[in-house]
C-alpha cells in the first residue's frame, strides 16, 4: 500500500528536556522521522522545547516550534496551524501523554485531527494498567498476580490479597518507572505506593506479585498496517527481573532461548501488537521468564519507539524509527528498502553474526546521598553499546566504553575496592544490584566461588557467569606469561587475549608494562583487530552501508576507498552522563554534515546507542567502537585519516587529544596543546595581566594540605576544583577553613594526581558565558549569555538568557574585545567559550575553553547560525570571510535557556544548585518579551509557576534586603506570602503582610504542613549551600520536588519569574512562533 | 566440557575448502575426520532442529549465529530420528544454560557419531560462500596429522551433491503411522521429513502415514488416502526421478502439498525447471510474499535449488522479496499446491502455518 494522499501536513512531537529515562534516543527518532516523512513530501510541523537536539534544526521540518510542550502551547500550535495528523509514538512517553491530553481534552476531535502510529485507544490500552491486563488475558497471556489502585487502602487490599513479599509497585503514565519500587514489607509498602500515587499522572499505581530473579527479555516489533509484522532485535537481560531494563545491562540478540522458545515468545510479541491495537509502528514487549520452568509471563509493552528501539536500531542496523515513519503514513514494510544492504525490503528480520552488550552508565557520584540500589526506577543517565563477535569481547568493549576509569573486565589497577570486601559484604554485593554488581562478581570468581553460589546469589544467568567465569582465569593465564616478551613469544596466546576482548590497557596492567608497547608489540605480531560489518543479514548479502565494529577473527571488510576525498574522523562523546550529553553530540554531528557537504569523508567513532552521531546516515563512516587510544588509532590508520575533530564530542575526546597526536594522528583545529594551554594557571594569569581583565584571586594545590595554605592566602570564600573534569565534578565553594579540610581531600581525589584549583569566589556577581568561533585570524561572537543565577552556580545548571539583560553596551563591548584577544593569545581554530563574572561594573575571567561548549545549541539556534558546522570547516583551512559569516548577529527577541534536574529520581538529594553540575538537560525558550520567555522555560522545564495562590519565602540572611522588593511584587500580583517567623517580621517591618509558619524544627504548622497540605504553590528558598545545608530544608526541598511544587533557589531567579507571571497576566495566552519565523527576523 | 584454552588448544582442528582456503579452530563432538558441502545457515536460534534436520545430509552447516549450544539440546527438540548433517561449523561452542537442556550439543554430537568445529571465523567463511557459492570441504579433527592441501585434495575429490540421490539415503526404510486420529488421511512420502511437518499436519485434523521415498503411486493410493504430502529432503531433485514420476501419476487423483524438495519435485513433475543457486537461502528471516494477496510471512529457508520457467499448468503464488525467486506455486486445474521454504519452521518463525490449514481446505473441498 503506497502512502496515504489524505493527509498532507504533520505535527510531530518530541520528547523535551533530556531526563533520566527519555534521554537523546528521542532526537534520533525524531530526525529519522523528519527526514523520512520530508523526503515523501509531506509538511512536518514539530514541537520540541530542546535546543540540543539535531531535530529542531531549522532544517528538519517546515516549522519548529521550540516551545513548552504543555497541552495549552499545543493547542496554540495547532490552532495555528492545522495539521492533518499528529505522530505521537516518536517522542517517548512524554509526546504519548501529551497526545492522550490532547485526545481527553476533545483538542483532536475540535480540530479533525488523526493520531497516526497509535490510537488513542490502543495508547490506552497499553497504558492502562486494567486495560492492558485484561486485553492480554483475552488473547491467554500469562500475568503476574497483581491488581491496580488509586488509594492507599486499596493497595493495602490488593497486597494482602496477593499474600506474599516482596510486592512491585509502578505508577501509571509515568516517564522510566519514576515513583516505583520494590517493598519487601508492609512499611516499605505504603511509603512507596503514597510516592506512586503522586508520580502517576491519572493516580494509579499497579501492586504485583514479584518476578525478583526471573530471567528478563525483550522483543522489538514493527508491524504495518497490513499485519505485517517483523521482530527487528531481540534482548536478553543481564540483570534478572528487578532491575529496570534501563538500568540492566542487556545483550542482543537473546542467548539462552531455544528456538521453541523464542519463537513462542516471537508468536505472542506479535499477538501483542494486535491485540493493543497497534496499527502501524514499532512497540516493545518486555517478557519475565521463570529460570527453572520456563514460565513465560508478559511484562510490558509500549506503542511507540522507545529507549530499547534506539538500541536495537544501532545493535542492527534496521533504522526503526524512519521505518515506523513511514509505516504511519501508509507504506507497507514490504515498499520499503532496507537501506544497508540497499538491495532487500524492510520486511525482513534482521540476522547477527555477532553479540551486542548494553551497559548503562549511572552517575551517582554527583548524588552521594541517593540510594545506589538498582530497582524499578530507572537511574542511570546514558549507556554505551559495544559490538563484538561474542558476549565477551563485547562486554569488554562496552566496559572500557563506559569511561568510568575501567579498562574492560578488570585487571586494570582498579579492582581493589571488589577484591578486598569480606565474604559478607560480597554476598551482599552479589544480592543487592548496584552500578558495580558485575564487578563484584569478578572479585567473587577471583576468590573461587562457585559458578552456582554466584548465580544464586545474583540470579545472572550460568551463560554469563560462565563466560565472566572464563574472563577472569584467562586473566590469570596472561598474567602468568611474567612479561610482555613471554606473551609475545605465543602469538596465538595474544591474539586470544584480544579475542576475548582485552585492551591493550588491560594487558599493560597485567604485565607491568605500558599501553605503547603492548601496541607495538601487538604491531610486531601481527595482531591487528579486522572490522566487520553490521549489514542485518549475517553476511548473506553484501552490504552497501559502512557500519562497522572491531574485532580479532581471520578476516574482515576490506576499506572502502574514499574516492578522492580526504577523511576526517570525528570522535564523538561517549556515553551520556551530567556534564557531557546531547549538546556535544549536536555538534559533532553538525562537525558531520558541514564536512560532508565541503566534500570530506566523515569517518564518525562513537559508542553512544542513542545518538544521532551513530545514526548510519550521519557520517560516510561509521565505526561503532569505544573512545580509547587503542579502539581509535586502529581505525585513523586503517581509514587514511588526514586529521581528526577532538573539540566536539566534550572532554571524552579532548582527554585523548595530547596522546592521539603522540601516537601520530593530526589533531585539526585549535591544537592540543593550546587546548591545554588553556588549563595551565600560571600561563592564564600573565596572559590575563597581559590582556588587562581582572582574575579572582587564585592559587593551585595538590594535597589538601596545600589547598589550606592557598586559601588562606587569598581569602574566603573560595571555589575549589579539580582541573581536566567536565560538569564541575568535585567543585565547591567553600567558606570557612574547617569545611575545607574535608573538600579539599575529595578534590585531591576526583582530580587523580592533576592539580586542584583554588580561586576567590566572586559573591553575588553575574556569570556569563561568551560563544565565539575563530579561524585562526578573524574571531566572531556567537552569543552573550547572561546567566539568571548568580556566580557559584554551575554554568550548565543556570538559566541563561540572550541578549543580555543587565549589562551596559560599554561592559559588552569590553567582553567582545577580551573574546578576541583569547582567541588570538590561544591561537582559537574552531569553537572558544570564556566564562565571566561581572561585579561592581568590573569584568572578571573565570575560565576560557578552547572547544565547543554545552551552549553551541542553544546559540547556534538563537542566532540561526551553525556554529559547530563553521567550525569545521574552519579546522579543514576555511576562512570564516569566505564562509560569510563575519559579524556577531542581534537578536531582535529573547533566547532563554533553563536547565533539568533529575532530583524526582533521587528522593532525599538536596535540589540547592551548587558549582557542581547537577542538570540532565535543558529547554530553550523564545519571545519578544523577557518575562515571557523566562516564565515559558520555566513551564517547559516542568515547574508549574501559578498566577495566583499561596507562596512560600524563606531566604538566608544576605538575601534578606533583597525580597522586601520581591514580596512586595508578589502581594501586588495578588499572591498569598507565607514566611518563617524572621522573615515575616521583616516583611511587616516594611509594611507587607504575610502569615508566619515555624521553622521546620521548631514547630507547628510549619512548611512540611503546608506541602502535605496542598496549601503552597510555590517555594522562594534561598540558603548556603552544600555542607551546611540543614538537614530539615533539605528534606523540605525533596518533599516540595516529590509533591511538584515549583522551588526557587535564588532571589535572582525569583525575580525573574515574578516578571513572567506578571507579563502572562497582563498579555493572557502565550504567542507561538516557529524558528524560522524567528530567524526571518535576524537579516 | 572444558572450554579453557588450554584445553581448546589440545583440540586443534581445520577445515580445508576444495579451493584452498583452509580455517582454523578446535574439534568437538565426534573426533572422525569427515566431508562435505559447506552451506551456511542465518538463523540466530534452532541449532538442534538444523542438525536433526535430515534435509542437511552431505552438508557442513556453518552457523553464523556467534554463539552455539547456550541451551542445549533436548528430546523434544528432535527433527527426525538422528543426526543427518555431515559436520557442524561454529564460532564459539557454549556449554547449557536452559531449564529444558538434557544435554550439552557436544555430546549429543558425540553420540550421533557426527563431528563439529568450533573457533572458526564464520564471517569470513559465509562471506567466502557467499562469493564463491557452496563448496566442497574437508573437515580435519581426529588429531592425526594431515597436511592441508591433502584435505583440501578430499574435499575436491568427492563426489558432491549433485546428481546425488539423497533422499533414498534417509528415508524411513519401512512405512509406519505418525497419528493414528484425524479426519483426514494423508500419505506422507518421506524424502527426509521433518518431524514438525509431521506435527502440524497431525495438528491440523489429519491422520498421517509415513511411507519410504520410492513407494509406488499405487501403494500409495491403495491406502485411500484424502491427500499425499511430499516432504522436504536434501540434495538435488534432478536424481530423484522415481519420485517425480510418481507425482506425476499422482496428480490430479489426489490433493498435492509440497515443501521444499517436495515442491520442487512437483514443479519438475509439472514441467517446471529447476536450477541452483549461488548459495542457496539457508536462514529464518526471509520475506516471502503471497502474489495474490501481497501478504508477508518471514520464513524459514534451507535449499540450494529453486524452481524456474514455470509452465502454463502451474500458477506462481510466493515469491522470495529478497531475490524475486519462486518461493510457491499452485496447479490451475488439480488440487495441488506447495511452497520452496518452511511453513512448519522448527527453526523459524511461526507465520505461515496456515498453509497446512490451506491444504485441509483443500481435501475438504476434493471429496469429504
Known amino acids: ?1083 | 566440557m572444558d572450554f579453557n584454552w588450554e584445553a581448546k588448544r589440545r583440540r586443534a582442528a581445520y577445515l580445508a575448502l576444495a579451493d584452498g582456503t583452509v580455517f582454523h579452530g578446535y574439534g568437538f563432538g565426534a573426533a572422525n575426520d569427515a566431508v562435505g558441502e559447506a552451506v551456511f545457515n542465518t538463523g540466530m536460534t534452532g541449532y538442534q532442529e538444523i542438525v536433526t534436520d535430515p534435509s542437511y545430509a552431505g552438508q557442513f552447516v556453518t552457523l553464523t549465529a556467534p554463539e552455539i549450544g547456550n541451551y542445549g539440546c533436548s528430546p523434544e527438540d528432535m527433527e527426525s530420528r538422528g543426526v543427518f548433517l555431515n559436520a557442524l561449523v561454529v564460532h564459539e561452542l557454549n556449554p547449557a544454560s536452559n531449564w529444558r537442556a538434557r544435554e550439552e550439543l557436544a555430546d549429543f554430537l558425540l553420540r550421533h557419531g557426527k563431528p563439529g568445529i568450533a573457533g572458526i571465523d564464520t564471517r569470513a567463511l559465509t562471506l567466502h560462500l557467499r562469493e564463491k557459492g557452496s563448496q566442497k570441504a574437508y573437515l580435519h579433527v581426529d588429531g592425526t596429522v594431515l597436511d592441508e592441501t591433502e584435505a583440501a585434495a578430499r574435499a575436491a575429490a568427492w563426489e558432491g551433491l549433485d546428481g546425488q540421490d539423497y533422499a533414498s539415503r534417509v528415508t524411513t526404510s519401512e512405512p509406519y503411522e505418525w497419528s493414528r486420529e484425524g479426519k483426514y488421511h494423508v500419505v506422507v512420502y518421506d524424502f527426509g521429513v521433518k518431524y514438525n511437518i509431521l506435527r502440524c499436519l497431525a495438528g491440523h485434523d489429519m491422520r498421517v502415514t509415513v511411507v519410504p521415498a520410492k513407494t509406488p503411486a499405487r501403494d500409495v493410493l491403495a491406502r485411500r488416502p484424502d491427500g499425499v504430502f511430499l516432504s522436504n529432503g536434501p540434495a538435488d531433485p534432478s536424481a530423484v526421478g522415481y519420485a517425480i514420476e510418481n507425482i506425476r501419476l499422482l496428480l490430479g487423483k489426489v490433493p498435492l502439498m509440497g515443501i521444499c524438495l517436495g515442491h520442487q519435485l512437483l514443479g519438475l513433475a509439472c514441467g517446471a525447471k529447476c536450477g541452483r543457486l549461488k548459495f542457496g537461502h539457508h536462514g529464518c528471516n526471509h520475506p516471502v510474499q503471497d502474489v495474490r494477496t501481497g501478504c508477508v510471512a518471514i520464513s524459514s529457508q534451507n535449499h540450494n535449488f529453486a524452481l524456474a520457467d514455470l509452465p502454463d499448468c502451474l500458477e506462481l503464488t510466493h515469491i522470495n522479496l529478497n531475490d524475486n525467486t519462486v518461493e510457491g506455486i499452485r496447479h490451475r486445474k488439480f488440487p495441488a499446491f506447495s511452497v520452496q521454504y518452511h511453513p512448519e519452521a522448527a527453526p523459524g518463525p511461526h507465520d505461515a502455518q496456515e498453509l497446512f490449514a490451506d491444504f485441509q481446505q483443500l481435501m475438504e473441498h476434493s471429496g469429504k
Not at chain 1, 574492560?408 to 554476598?427: I, M, N, Q, R, V
Not at chain 1, 587514511?640 to 603522540?662: E, K
Not at chain 1, 538559566?799 to 549589562?807: D, F, Q, Y
Open chain 1, 1 to 1083: 500500500m503506497p502512502k496515504r494522499t489524505d493527509i498532507q501536513k504533520i505535527l510531530l512531537i518530541g520528547s523535551g528536556p533530556i531526563v533520566i529515562g527519555q534521554g537523546c534516543e528521542f532526537d534520533y527518532s525524531g530526525v529519522q522521522a523528519c527526514k523520512a516523512l520530508k523526503q515523501d513530501g509531506f509538511e512536518i510541523v514539530l514541537v520540541n522545547s530542546n535546543p540540543a537536539t539535531v531535530m529542531t534544526d531549522p532544517e528538519l521540518a517546515d516549522r519548529t516550534y521550540i516551545e513548552p510542550l504543555t497541552c495549552d502551547i499545543l493547542h496554540e500550535i495547532i490552532r495555528r496551524e492545522r495539521p492533518d495528523a499528529i505522530l505521537p509514538t516518536l517522542g517517548g512517553q512524554t509526546a504519548l501523554n501529551l497526545a492522550m491530553e490532547l485526545d481527553e481534552k476533545g483538542i483532536l476531535k475540535r480540530y479533525n485531527l488523526e493520531l497516526i502510529g497509535a490510537s488513542a485507544e490502543a495508547i490506552r490500552r497499553a497504558e492502562n494498567r486494567q486495560m492492558f491486563k485484561e486485553t492480554m488475558q483475552s488473547i491467554g497471556l500469562d500475568l503476574p498476580r497483581s491488581g491496580s489502585a488509586h488509594s492507599e487502602s486499596e493497595a493495602q487490599a490488593i497486597a494482602k490479597v496477593i499474600g506474599s513479599w516482596p510486592l512491585i509497585i509502578r505508577p501509571g503514565f509515568t516517564l522510566g518507572g519514576t515513583g516505583g519500587g520494590i517493598a519487601h514489607d508492609p512499611e516499605e509498602f505504603s511509603v512507596i505506593v503514597r510516592r506512586g500515587l503522586e508520580a502517576s499522572l491519572n493516580h494509579e499505581v499497579l501492586i504485583e506479585e514479584s518476578l525478583l530473579g526471573w530471567k528478563e527479555f525483550e522483543m522489538e516489533v514493527m508491524r504495518d498496517r497490513k499485519g505485517g509484522s517483523v521482530i527487528v532485535c531481540s534482548i536478553e537481560n543481564l540483570d534478572p527481573m528487578g532491575v529496570h531494563t534501563g538500568d540492566s545491562i542487556t545483550v542482543a540478540p537473546i542467548q539462552t532461548l531455544s528456538d521453541r522458545e523464542y519463537q513462542a515468545m516471537r508468536d505472542d510479541s506479535l499477538k501483542v501488537l494486535a491485540a493493543i491495537g497497534v496499527e502501524t509502528g514499532g512497540s516493545n514487549v518486555q517478557w519475565a521468564v521463570e529460570p527453572s520452568t520456563g514460565r513465560r509471563i508478559i511484562i510490558e509493552m509500549n506503542p511507540r519507539v522507545s529507549r530499547s528501539s534506539a538500541l536495537a536500531s544501532k545493535a542492527t542496523g534496521f533504522p526503526i524509527a524512519k521505518i515506523a515513519a513511514k509505516l504511519a503514513v501508509g507504506y507497507t514494510l514490504d515498499e520499503l528498502r532496507n537501506d544497508i544492504t540497499g538491495s532487500t525490503p524492510s520486511c525482513f528480520e534482521p540476522a547477527l553474526d555477532y553479540v551486542v552488550t548494553k551497559v548503562p552508565r549511572f552517575t551517582f557520584e554527583k548524588f552521594p546521598a541517593a540510594d545506589p540500589t538498582l530497582g524499578t526506577q530507572m537511574k542511570s543517565v546514558g549507556e554505551v553499546m559495544a559490538i563484538g563477535r561474542d558476549f565477551k569481547q563485547s562486554l569488554q568493549k562496552a566496559l572500557r566504553s563506559l569511561e568510568t576509569g575501567r579498562a574492560g573486565f578488570g585487571a586494570d589497577g582498579h579492582d581493589a575496592k571488589f577484591e578486598e570486601s569480606g565474604d559478607t559484604d560480597l554476598e551482599h554485593a552479589l544480592s543487592v544490584p548496584t552500578a558495580d554488581r558485575i564487578f563484584y562478581v569478578r572479585a567473587a570468581l577471583k576468590r573461587g566461588w562457585e559458578i552456582d553460589r554466584i548465580a544464586e546469589l545474583s540470579g545472572i544467568d550460568r551463560y554469563f557467569l560462565r563466560h565472566l567465569a572464563e574472563l577472569a582465569s584467562f586473566e590469570t593465564v596472561i598474567a602468568s606469561c611474567g612479561s610482555l616478551d613471554a606473551l609475545a613469544r605465543d602469538p596465538a596466546l595474544f591474539r586470544q587475549a584480544k579475542i576475548l576482548g582485552y585492551s591493550d590497557r588491560q594487558i599493560a596492567f597485567l604485565l607491568n608494562t605500558t599501553e605503547a608497547e603492548v601496541a607495538r608489540a601487538e604491531v610486531d605480531a601481527g595482531i591487528m583487530p579486522v572490522y566487520g560489518a553490521v549489514d542485518t543479514c549475517a553476511g548473506e548479502f553484501e552490504a552497501v552501508t559502512p557500519y562497522y565494529y572491531s574485532c580479532y577473527d581471520d578476516s574482515g571488510e576490506p576499506v572502502r576507498d574514499h574516492e578522492g576525498r580526504k577523511a576526517i574522523m570525528v570522535l564523538g562523546g561517549g556515553p551520556n552522563r551530567i556534564g557531557q550529553g546531547i549538546e556535544f553530540d549536536y555538534c559533532c554531528c553538525h562537525a558531520a554534515f558541514a564536512l560532508r557537504k565541503a566534500g570530506y569523508e566523515v569517518v564518525m567513532v562513537n559508542s553512544n546507542p542513542e545518538t544521532v552521531s551513530t545514526d548510519y546516515d550521519t557520517s560516510d563512516k561509521l565505526y561503532f567502537e569505544p573512545l580509547t587510544l587503542e579502539d581509535i588509532m586502529h581505525i585513523y590508520r586503517r581509514e587514511g585519516c588526514s586529521g581528526v575533530i577532538v573539540q566536539f564530542g566534550g572532554q571524552t575526546p579532548l582527554n585523548l587529544a595530547q596522546s592521539l597526536q603522540a601516537a601520530g594522528a593530526k589533531v585539526i583545529g585549535t591544537s592540543p596543546d593550546d587546548i591545554d594551554l588553556a588549563e595551565d594557571r600560571d600561563y592564564f594569569k600573565k596572559l590575563a595581566e597581559k590582556i588587562g581583565i581582572r582574575q579572582p584571586k587564585s592559587g593551585i594545590a595538590h594535597t589538601a594540605a596545600e589547598a589550606l595554605s592557598v586559601a588562606h592566602e587569598i581569602g574566603y570564600p573560595v571555589l575549589v576544583r579539580p582541573s581536566f573534569v567536565l560538569g564541575g565534578r568535585g567543585m565547591v565553594i567553600v567558606h570557612q577553613e574547617k569545611h575545607l579540610r574535608k573538600f579539599a581531600e575529595e578534590a585531591a581525589r576526583v582530580a587523580e594526581g592533576k592539580p586542584i584549583l583554588i580561586d576567590r569566589f566572586l559573591e553575588n556577581a553575574v556569570e556569563l558565558d561568551v560563544d565565539c568561533i575563530s579561524d585562526g585570524e578573524t574571531t566572531v561572537i556567537g552569543a552573550i549569555l547572561e546567566h539568571v543565577e548568580p556566580a557559584g552556580c554551575h554554568s550548565g545548571d543556570s538559566a541563561s538568557i540572550t541578549p543580555p539583560v543587565t549589562l551596559s553596551a560599554k561592559i559588552q563591548d569590553k567582553i567582545r574585545e577580551y573574546a578576541h584577544e583569547f582567541a588570538r593569545a590561544l591561537h582559537v581554530n574552531g569553537l572558544m567559550n570564556i566564562q565571566l563574572a561581572v561585579k561592581d561594573g568590573e569584568i572578571y575571567m573565570i575560565e576560557v575553553n578552547p572547544r565547543a561548549s554545552r551552549t553551541i545549541p542553544f546559540v547556534s539556534k538563537a542566532i540561526g547560525v551553525h556554529l559547530a558546522g563553521l567550525a569545521a570547516l574552519c579546522m579543514t583551512g576555511s576562512k570564516l570571510r569566505d564562509l560569510g559569516f563575519t559579524r556577531e548577529v542581534k537578536l531582535p527577541y529573547i533566547a532563554v535557556k533553563e536547565a533539568v534536574f533529575p532530583f524526582i529520581k533521587f528522593p532525599g538529594v538536596d535540589i540547592v544548585l551548587t558549582p557542581e553540575m547537577k542538570s540532565t538537560g535543558e529547554v530553550m525558550c523564545l519571545d519578544r518579551d523577557r518575562g515571557i520567555a523566562y516564565l515559558k522555560s520555566q513551564i517547559a522545564a516542568g515547574s508549574k509557576l501559578p498566577k495566583t495562590g499561596n507562596v512560600f519565602l524563606s531566604v538566608k540572611d544576605q538575601d534578606k534586603p533583597g525580597i522586601i522588593e520581591l514580596a512586595r511584587e508578589l502581594a501586588g500580583l495578588g499572591f498569598t506570602i507565607y514566611a518563617t517567623l524572621g522573615t515575616s517580621t521583616l516583611l511587616y517591618d516594611a509594611g507587607i503582610r504575610t502569615r508566619a509558619v515555624f521553622r521546620i524544627s521548631r514547630g507547628r504548622p510549619n512548611l512540611l504542613d503546608l506541602i502535605r497540605d496542598g496549601e503552597v504553590q510555590w517555594i522562594i528558598n534561598t540558603t548556603e549551600s552544600g555542607a551546611d545545608a540543614m538537614l530539615d530544608e533539605v528534606k523540605m526541598r525533596s518533599r516540595a520536588v516529590a509533591a511538584g511544587i515549583p522551588i526557587t533557589t535564588t532571589v535572582e531567579g525569583a525575580f525573574a519569574a515574578l516578571e513572567g507571571v506578571r507579563d502572562q497576566l497582563e498579555f493572557g495566552r502565550f504567542e507561538v512562533c516557529s524558528l524560522q519565523e524567528y530567524h526571518r527576523h535576524l537579516r
